[in-house]
């Protein structure tokens, strides 16, 4: 079975999510060393030290940021191309009459051909609820019943 040239351009789409966050925060990280080197000791004293302190809290928060893509990116390594299974997983792409989820990472909203995909994660609220269901199942969220038509 071929790939699906929708459930192609939806992983593309998380792929490039994935690969300019990555970026973003790689970039940021290297002018905030640039930044803490540069930093040289003056004789302002306390605001010297609140200026490194302030660059080190963000070093530290951008450190968290790109371990937390870098799971994602793992967990996107794991998402097959190929295949179709009869319940929700991941991979999946879910039509319901309200939305289409692609259960990958969550990397928001893209057009396709007109249409609105949502890249959810199975982790998310809907994308927990959406695991493991089949066709014609029905399921409240957010006390909407959403009925699953389609999964490809």
């Known amino acids: 079975m071929g790939i699906d040239p929708l459930k ?17 925060i790689q970039k940021n990280i290297q002018e905030i060393q640039e930044a803490l080197g540069s930093e ?26 790109l371990s937390e893509i870098q799971k994602v990116q793992e967990l996107f390594k794991r ?7 009869k319940t929700a997983s991941l991979g999946s792409l879910v039509i319901t009459n309200i939305s289409r989820y692609y259960l990958a990472v969550s990397a928001g909203e893209v057009f396709i051909n007109g249409e609105a995909y949502y890249a959810i994660s199975p982790n998310t609220p809907i994308g927990k609820l959406v695991l493991g269901k089949t066709e014609n199942e029905i399921m409240v969220f957010n006390g909407k019943e959403i009925l699953i038509k389609e999964i490809i």
Do not use: F, W
């Open 79 to 85: 998402v097959p191309l190929t295949g179709r299974s």
């Open 8 to 24: 192609q351009e939806l992983y593309n789409h998380c792929q490039d999510y994935i690969q300019n966050r990555l970026g973003r």
């Open 40 to 65: 040289t000791k003056s004789s302002a004293g306390d605001k010297h030290e609140t200026g490194r302190a302030m660059i080190q809290l963000e070093r530290e928060n951008l450190g968290v940021q």
